[in-house]
C-alpha cells in the first residue's frame, strides 16, 4: 500500500509561483508512474503533468507547457511540481497520484488527499 501526501499549495497572485511536492510512504516509487492532476469546482479532474520514476520520462498537458516543470527527487522520494506564471485558471485542488504498468498502460492506483492551489486575479 502507498499512501501519498501532497504539500505546498496556498494562495498566489496571477503571475507568481508556487511548488508542489508529493511524499510517498509505504514504498518507493520505483517502478511507478507519478501523476499530477486537478479538479477546479464544476469541472472534471484533469492531467496535469507526469513522471516516470525510473527513466525519468515526463509529459505535461497543454495548458501548463512551459509554465509547469514536473521533477523527481530518489533522495526524499517525492516528486514536485513547479509551477510559474500562474493564471486565475490554474485555481483548482492538485492531486497526486502514483501507480505501476500493467496491462501495457500506466495504472494510477494511489491518490492522495489534494492541495488547493488559488491564483487571485
Known amino acids: 500500500q502507498v499512501q501519498l501526501v501532497e504539500s505546498g499549495g496556498g494562495l498566489v497572485q496571477a503571475g507568481g509561483s508556487l511548488r508542489l511536492s508529493c511524499a510517498a510512504s509505504g514504498r518507493t516509487f520505483s517502478g511507478y508512474i507519478i501523476g499530477w492532476f486537478r479538479q477546479a469546482p464544476g469541472k472534471e479532474r484533469e492531467f496535469v503533468a507526469s513522471?516516470?520514476?525510473?527513466?525519468?520520462?515526463?509529459a505535461s498537458a497543454d495548458s501548463v507547457k512551459g509554465r509547469f516543470t514536473i521533477s523527481r527527487d530518489p533522495a526524499k522520494n517525492t516528486v514536485s511540481l513547479q509551477m510559474d506564471s500562474l493564471k486565475p485558471e490554474d485555481t483548482a485542488v492538485y492531486y497526486c497520484?502514483?501507480?505501476?504498468?500493467?496491462?501495457?498502460?500506466?495504472?494510477?492506483?494511489?491518490w492522495g488527499q489534494g492541495t488547493q492551489v488559488t491564483v487571485s486575479s
Open positions: 513522471i516516470t520514476w525510473n527513466r525519468g520520462r515526463t
Open positions: 497520484a502514483s501507480g505501476p504498468f500493467v496491462g501495457g498502460r500506466w495504472e494510477y492506483e494511489y
